[in-house]
């Protein structure tokens, strides 16, 4: 259906001017409790960088638990904001990344239990999963949702192993977990953390590689073509809560951060 944008431009009000009072963020914002708990997992995560090992993991996982709790108190506390969406967004990339980069690092330093002769091999599917699942896909989803208004939940749903991952909880919060755990596994060097975590690793990055094949610019119009007409206009429905990292946790785009599209008048017509 239509957003707040619209149903005010129906109304009267210029579009441009609806898109900007809706994007500015308030001051305020940056004191909600849900940001706040970002800021501490931008912390978490720095005291991360400074260890090594065992508190590395310590600190790092404890960044993950909170990743858990910022959509909760967003919605509790009726704090959803644009600023905490694309914050919250940003770290989860961020961490990703330096746990996986840590792992190549370690890997190919001799840190870990894995062998000498599957070192490089190793470190090159932690560096691909950097480019291609964390930067890349990712990073196509968000443009396709957030410029062109194609739903995120459901890109990608011709494949069994997208809509596993993506519509299950269970799945969802398995394959996360265990993507993190695979990291860190090899920066402690723990073969059974490591080889318990694999499976939801491999299948983590094989849905999300999917998902980008299936997303591509050249598709993008078929992508879009398969949603009810009133979600194509307006993109997914924004709430804090809906995610690929933890389930519950994470916000899809507010208001503010759609595309407001102008119509033309009859007089330009």
């Given at each position: 259906?239509?957003?707040?944008?619209?149903?005010?431009?129906?109304?009267?009000?210029?579009?441009?001017?609806?898109?900007?009072?809706?994007?500015?963020?308030?001051?305020?914002?940056?004191?909600?409790?849900?940001?706040?708990?970002?800021?501490?997992?931008?912390?978490?995560?720095?005291?991360?960088?400074?260890?090594?090992?065992?508190?590395f993991l310590g600190w790092y996982s404890f960044s993950y638990i909170l990743d858990a709790f910022d959509g909760y108190a967003a919605r509790a506390l009726n704090?959803?904001?644009?600023?905490?969406?694309?914050?919250d967004m940003v770290i989860d990339r961020i961490s990703s990344c330096i746990c996986l980069h840590f792992a190549a690092k370690a890997v190919l330093s001799h840190?870990?239990?894995?062998?000498?002769?599957?070192?490089?091999?190793?470190?090159?599917?932690?560096?691909?999963?950097?480019?291609?699942?964390?930067?890349?896909?990712?990073?196509?989803?968000m443009f396709l949702s957030e410029v062109l208004g194609v739903h995120q939940k459901q890109m990608g749903y011709d494949y069994a192993i997208v809509r596993m991952?993506?519509?299950?909880?269970?799945?969802?919060?398995?394959?996360?977990?265990?993507?993190?755990?695979?990291?860190?596994?090899?920066?402690?060097?723990?073969?059974?953390?490591?080889?318990?975590?694999?499976?939801?690793?491999?299948?983590?990055?094989?849905?999300?590689?999917?998902?980008?094949?299936?997303?591509?610019?050249?598709?993008?119009?078929?992508?879009?073509?398969?949603?009810?007409?009133?979600?194509?206009?307006?993109?997914?429905?924004?709430?804090?809560?809906?995610?690929?990292?933890?389930?519950?946790?994470?916000?899809?785009?507010?208001?503010?951060?759609?595309?407001?599209?102008?119509?033309?008048?009859?007089?330009?017509?």
């Amino acid at each position: 259906g239509a957003g707040p944008a619209r149903t005010r431009e129906r109304f009267g009000e210029p579009p441009s001017r609806c898109a900007a009072s809706e994007g500015r963020m308030k001051f305020k914002e940056l004191f909600y409790v849900a940001n706040i708990i970002d800021y501490a997992r931008i912390l978490t995560l720095y005291w991360a960088l400074k260890s090594d090992g065992w508190g590395f993991l310590g600190w790092y996982s404890f960044s993950y638990i909170l990743d858990a709790f910022d959509g909760y108190a967003a919605r509790a506390l009726n704090q959803e904001s644009r600023l905490g969406y694309y914050l919250d967004m940003v770290i989860d990339r961020i961490s990703s990344c330096i746990c996986l980069h840590f792992a190549a690092k370690a890997v190919l330093s001799h840190d870990t239990f894995v062998p000498s002769n599957f070192a490089w091999p190793v470190a090159l599917v932690l560096r691909f999963c950097i480019v291609m699942v964390e930067l890349v896909a990712h990073g196509t989803v968000m443009f396709l949702s957030e410029v062109l208004g194609v739903h995120q939940k459901q890109m990608g749903y011709d494949y069994a192993i997208v809509r596993m991952y993506l519509s299950d909880k269970r799945f969802l919060s398995w394959a996360c977990i265990s993507f993190e755990g695979f990291g860190l596994g090899l920066i402690v060097s723990s073969p059974t953390l490591t080889l318990l975590s694999f499976p939801g690793f491999a299948f983590r990055a094989a849905a999300n590689v999917t998902r980008l094949i299936a997303i591509m610019p050249a598709r993008a119009a078929r992508e879009k073509g398969k949603w009810p007409e009133g979600q194509q206009s307006d993109g997914e429905v924004p709430k804090r809560g809906s995610s690929d990292r933890l389930g519950h946790h994470r916000a899809a785009s507010p208001p503010g951060a759609q595309v407001v599209r102008r119509t033309r008048s009859r007089s330009s017509s």
